[in-house]
């Protein structure tokens, strides 16, 4: 099994800047790609970016337009998501995402592909 546990999430001012982290423990998840989703009330859960294995290959929505940066490490077992000029409705409660496939060579931004979801952390953005 694996856990997976997200922290870092917050009350921020908009243009202000938060770090959220992801650990995992049980299964080592060093050999999967990890992805970021949010979820804002009364709307479905949406994908913000994913890293592979390695940590050399990134994607994201397009909505984050060069704000966010996903990063890894696979020694501490944690993904890392920096977002920086936040604005209101970047709001919502941010889930990290183990990937189903064993290093997957094209990163994936669907739900479905993710099997093991941490418990999420709120990050409120004011205006």
């Known amino acids: 099994q694996v856990q997976l546990v997200e922290s870092g999430g917050g009350l921020v001012q908009a243009g202000g800047s938060l770090r959220l982290s992801c650990t995992a423990s049980?299964?080592?998840?060093?050999?999967?790609?990890m992805g970021w989703f949010r979820q804002a009330p009364g709307k479905e859960r949406a994908f913000v970016a994913a890293?592979?294995?390695?940590?050399?290959?990134?994607y994201y929505a397009d909505f984050v337009r060069g704000r966010f940066t996903i990063s890894r490490d696979n020694a501490w077992q944690t993904v890392y998501l920096q977002m920086s000029s936040l604005n209101p409705e970047d709001t919502a409660v941010y889930f990290c995402?183990?990937?189903?496939?064993?290093?997957?060579?094209?990163?994936?931004?669907?739900?479905?592909?993710?099997?093991?979801w941490g418990q999420g952390t709120q990050v409120t953005v004011s205006s």
């Open positions: 995402a183990r990937d189903r496939l064993f290093r997957r060579g094209v990163l994936d931004r669907g739900v479905s592909s993710y099997d093991y």
């Open positions: 049980g299964q080592t998840s060093s050999n999967y790609a």
């Open positions: 890293i592979n294995w390695s940590g050399d290959k990134t």
